[in-house]
């Protein structure tokens, strides 16, 4: 559906990591050198913090702005599935700038394994951004909302299973109140549906949104993983690159998909029959796919920085949010349901953002009584 420096375990209780001092002479070793070589640890902590919030608001306002023109271009009259489908991955060129200023891995993966990991990720990537183009079809956008929220259940047992992650408290509050949150909207929204919407689409709509949820989460997981296991690596081009090949190949597969349905030749007539004619048309098309590189790019920033399920928590967080805009874009009804799904979203972030808190000052805690030790036996 990027990023610098690791300085947290990618579980659920993440804790912040303390960089590698460089390797010196033991002529040159001193303590006053070390100090120099490495950022003080409020440095490390701001810049963390930086960089989750950056990320962070990439993932919401891409994935906000995306899932508000996907509706507007079927609202429209638009009705290519796999163009929708190309829009979630077709504009990652765009990456290639950023790219050119950022300076290669010291230790690159291996070609060969890194090659493979790519090639998965991107095709399983094209399947459930079809799925997810079907269901944002057959589906109301608070409907679409709901079933999008079982992807954090979904995260949550994928990332015990592959990435080992553990849940406090705090934690499960956290992924039970974002779940509700979003689900009283789309229970709230079955009243609301189309008239002329069958039953036969809306189920259709529903198993393959969902199906597409637990894919999504599957992907998380793996892309952490990968992370951890191959790349070894949190960089800015570490991220870049995962991000750029991984997309380049589920572009691939989407426009053999466009191909090869057939779709291809209807898209002129698709482009004529816009209510908002043809600019607007090329235009939606063209930023929804910015609107998904942007989404793609704070995603896999999360995943590098904190964890799968904190990107997905996140991810979870911005879906109240995209009815607040349809009622501002659309002119659809704000009711009180909405506005209390919106709180509980709220409630649920900074549930599961306290524990990041929490375990941050416990590792700052025990740094320094571990540095204390140090000093002590120096002494």
Same mark, same amino acid.
């Given at each position: 559906m990027g990023n610098w420096k690791l300085f947290m375990k990618s579980n659920s209780n993440a804790k912040l990591k303390r960089p590698r001092k460089p390797q010196l002479d033991t002529d040159l070793q001193h303590p006053l050198i070390d100090d120099l070589l490495q950022p003080t640890p409020m440095q490390r902590n701001w810049t963390w913090w930086i960089l989750v919030a950056v990320n962070s608001f990439l993932l919401l306002a891409?994935?906000?702005?995306?899932?508000?023109?996907?509706?507007?271009?079927?609202?429209?009259?638009?009705?290519?599935?796999? *163009?929708?489908?190309?829009?979630?991955? $077709?504009?990652? +060129?765009?990456?290639?700038?950023? *790219?050119?200023?950022?300076?290669?891995? $010291?230790?690159? +993966?291996?070609?060969a394994k890194i090659s493979i990991i790519y090639i998965f990720l991107g095709l399983i990537t094209a399947v459930d951004s079809l799925m997810y183009s079907y269901g944002l079809l057959y589906l109301t956008v608070s409907t679409f909302s709901l079933v999008c929220a079982s992807q954090l259940g979904f995260n949550a047992v994928f990332s015990y299973f592959i990435n080992a992650d553990k849940f406090t408290v705090l934690t499960l509050n956290s992924v039970i109140v974002l779940t509700f949150s979003t689900a009283i909207i789309g229970v709230h929204s079955d009243s609301e549906s189309p008239a002329e919407e069958s039953r036969r689409s809306y189920v259709l709509g529903f198993i393959l949104t969902l199906g597409a949820s637990a894919l999504y989460s599957l992907i998380l997981s793996l892309m952490e993983l990968s992370f951890q296991k191959v790349v070894k690596s949190q960089s800015l081009r570490a991220v870049l690159d995962m991000q750029i090949y991984t997309a380049l190949v589920s572009t691939a597969a989407a426009a053999a998909g466009l191909f090869a349905s057939g779709e291809w030749k209807g898209l002129k007539e698709d482009m004529e029959g816009f209510k908002k004619g043809r600019v607007a048309y090329v235009m939606t098309v063209v930023w929804t796919a910015v609107a998904w590189q942007v989404t793609n790019v704070g995603l896999v920033g999360l995943i590098s920085e904190v964890s799968s399920l904190f990107s997905n928590v996140i991810s979870t967080l911005g879906i109240p949010i995209v009815p607040v805009f349809a009622v501002l874009l659309f002119s659809e009804k704000m009711d009180g349901i909405k506005v209390v799904s919106l709180f509980l979203a709220l409630w649920g972030f900074a549930s599961y953002f306290y524990q990041h808190y929490i375990d941050h000052k416990a590792e700052k805690r025990g740094r320094m009584e571990g540095d204390g030790c140090g000093d002590a036996s120096v002494q």
């Amino acid at each position: 559906m990027g990023n610098w420096k690791l300085f947290m375990k990618s579980n659920s209780n993440a804790k912040l990591k303390r960089p590698r001092k460089p390797q010196l002479d033991t002529d040159l070793q001193h303590p006053l050198i070390d100090d120099l070589l490495q950022p003080t640890p409020m440095q490390r902590n701001w810049t963390w913090w930086i960089l989750v919030a950056v990320n962070s608001f990439l993932l919401l306002a891409g994935q906000s702005a995306a899932t508000l023109l996907g509706r507007f271009y079927y609202d429209q009259g638009g009705g290519s599935k796999w *163009l929708q489908t190309l829009t979630l991955s $077709a504009a990652f +060129p765009i990456l290639y700038l950023p *790219l050119l200023f950022t300076p290669p891995m $010291a230790q690159p +993966p291996p070609v060969a394994k890194i090659s493979i990991i790519y090639i998965f990720l991107g095709l399983i990537t094209a399947v459930d951004s079809l799925m997810y183009s079907y269901g944002l079809l057959y589906l109301t956008v608070s409907t679409f909302s709901l079933v999008c929220a079982s992807q954090l259940g979904f995260n949550a047992v994928f990332s015990y299973f592959i990435n080992a992650d553990k849940f406090t408290v705090l934690t499960l509050n956290s992924v039970i109140v974002l779940t509700f949150s979003t689900a009283i909207i789309g229970v709230h929204s079955d009243s609301e549906s189309p008239a002329e919407e069958s039953r036969r689409s809306y189920v259709l709509g529903f198993i393959l949104t969902l199906g597409a949820s637990a894919l999504y989460s599957l992907i998380l997981s793996l892309m952490e993983l990968s992370f951890q296991k191959v790349v070894k690596s949190q960089s800015l081009r570490a991220v870049l690159d995962m991000q750029i090949y991984t997309a380049l190949v589920s572009t691939a597969a989407a426009a053999a998909g466009l191909f090869a349905s057939g779709e291809w030749k209807g898209l002129k007539e698709d482009m004529e029959g816009f209510k908002k004619g043809r600019v607007a048309y090329v235009m939606t098309v063209v930023w929804t796919a910015v609107a998904w590189q942007v989404t793609n790019v704070g995603l896999v920033g999360l995943i590098s920085e904190v964890s799968s399920l904190f990107s997905n928590v996140i991810s979870t967080l911005g879906i109240p949010i995209v009815p607040v805009f349809a009622v501002l874009l659309f002119s659809e009804k704000m009711d009180g349901i909405k506005v209390v799904s919106l709180f509980l979203a709220l409630w649920g972030f900074a549930s599961y953002f306290y524990q990041h808190y929490i375990d941050h000052k416990a590792e700052k805690r025990g740094r320094m009584e571990g540095d204390g030790c140090g000093d002590a036996s120096v002494q």
